[in-house]
């Protein structure tokens, strides 16, 4: 799956790595001689995430293209300018029936996910009356205005959100790491401003001293020279370094045999440089500056290799910059410990946007303790009302029993019957001659006799 394995340079590239992978020019090297285990034809390459919000849509995008024999072969032919322009997208109209049935499904469920991203953030400010027709016109890598057919315009949009995303990818990520190194000294002041005099001073002799143990490190290569190249060939591929050859080294180094190196496949080249300045074991080596060195490195390869500036090397620019006299006779490298990673000013102004959202957050919790005893205080008074509810009650049902008046049951019905009261239809059935008085008035009827003898 060649376009997943350029997702994270660039989504044009997504289209015309296999153009590229045609136009590749086969070496043949003796792998034997390398060390470890080269990769496999036909292995499954693992693409790491783009870090984009809608990777998966994308990626899911590419495998249903790439099923397509007319989509494939247009794309063969196809160059960047076209594919910039929109005018591949076109060719959208021309796949198979089943493919655009595929790729509209793949269209709603991404729609469906973005709704239901809008509804949880706007229920977690308790928002009401969405409109979701809106709210997706902030979303550019789809055409929100029909939600339920992927067409050429979609192609072309999400190519073109795709690669501006990424064009911008880095330059985020080195503001993130700007930002971790100024919360690092931020908090590294704020833990100073509570230790006394004394312990205060050991502290920072403890910060130099680390700082000086990490910069004491071997000579780092400068990125892409042959000095840096010829180290990886004979301790990591395990050749005669009086044998390098930058074709050779090139076709070991394009992992996917796709013809070009591509940004992971670089930064991997400078693992060895790297090593040498931070080992995770060493509490004075921090990893996330590693990773961030790493990303200087490529970028500084990529802006003296890359030609076209496609965010790919392919073998006619690795061989050209090797012949370059920068490749030769490279400048110094400069790690991030030999750099001012920022001002004084630039920590002030962080310090402050700190300040700021602490102060937010401090309101907000002020806020949330005061509904707290609010709601504690008429739970409380509705407790209070409760039980003296309840007191009235009991002291009501006592005052009856004090009367002779039985306290009423659930429904109102009594609970006993005084003496000699009783309900109606209750009333009990005396036999005749009994000795029960008779109503004034009433004559009893003689009872009939049982030994009475009849003719």
């Not at 409109?131 to 929100?144: G, I, P, S, T």
């Not at 500036?309 to 490279?330: G, I």
């Not at 002030?348 to 919790?365: G, P, T, W």
């Not at 002779?404 to 049951?409: E, S, T």
Request: glycine share 4%; with cysteine; hydrophobic share 30%.
């Amino acid at each position: 799956m060649k376009w997943l394995s350029v997702l994270p340079q660039q989504c044009i590239l997504l289209m015309t790595c296999l153009l590229m992978a045609l136009e590749a020019v086969p070496i043949d090297i003796d792998k034997t001689k390398v060390k470890g285990e080269g990769h496999v034809e036909g292995e499954k390459v693992e693409n790491p995430d783009t870090g984009l919000y809608y990777d998966e849509y994308l990626r899911q995008v590419i495998d249903v293209l790439e099923t397509d024999k007319h989509f494939r072969e247009k794309l063969q032919t196809a160059d960047i300018e076209e594919i910039k322009s929109g005018k591949l997208s076109r060719e959208l109209d021309l796949v198979s029936h089943h493919v655009r049935t595929r790729l509209d499904e793949l269209k709603r469920q991404e729609v469906a996910r973005l709704r239901m991203l809008i509804k949880a953030k706007m229920d977690s400010v308790q928002d009401t009356g969405i409109d979701h027709q809106a709210l997706l016109k902030q979303f550019e890598h789809l055409n929100h205005q029909n939600p339920d057919t992927f067409e050429p315009k979609d192609l072309d949009m999400l190519i073109k959100a795709a690669t501006s995303d990424l064009e911008n990818y880095d330059k985020t990520r080195h503001e993130e790491f700007k930002k971790y190194e100024m919360m690092k000294e931020h908090e590294r002041r704020e833990y100073l401003k509570t230790l006394d005099e004394e312990k205060r001073q050991r502290e920072e002799s403890k910060f130099e001293e680390m700082k000086k143990k990490h910069g004491d490190h071997p000579k780092v290569h400068h990125p892409g020279s042959k000095d840096q190249l010829k180290e990886v060939w004979e301790e990591a591929d395990g050749l005669d370094p009086n044998e390098f050859d930058p074709k050779t080294f090139f076709k070991l180094h394009d992992v996917n045999n796709d013809g070009f190196l591509d940004e992971q496949e670089l930064e991997a080249l400078f693992t060895k440089e790297l090593e040498k300045v931070y080992d995770p074991k060493n509490e004075e080596d921090d990893m996330v500056e590693m990773e961030e060195e790493r990303l200087r490195m490529r970028e500084h390869v990529m802006n003296e290799v890359d030609i076209n500036k496609d965010r790919l090397v392919t073998l006619e620019e690795f061989l050209r910059a090797t012949e370059k006299k920068e490749f030769l006779e490279p400048d110094s490298w400069e790690t991030l410990d030999q750099q001012q990673l920022f001002t004084e000013d630039e920590l002030k102004e962080f310090e402050s946007h700190i300040s700021q959202q602490e102060d937010e957050l401090r309101k907000k919790a002020e806020d949330l303790q005061k509904q707290k005893e609010e709601l504690q205080r008429q739970h409380d008074q509705l407790q209070a009302q409760k039980q003296e509810l309840q007191q009235v009650v009991k002291q009501m049902e006592q005052k009856k029993l004090q009367q002779g008046n039985p306290p009423a049951g659930p429904a109102g019905e009594l609970k006993f019957q005084p003496p000699g009261e009783h309900k109606v239809g209750d009333a009990p059935k005396h036999p005749a001659g009994g000795d029960q008085p008779l109503p004034p008035g009433h004559v009893q009827e003689p009872a009939a006799r049982t030994d009475q003898v009849h003719p």
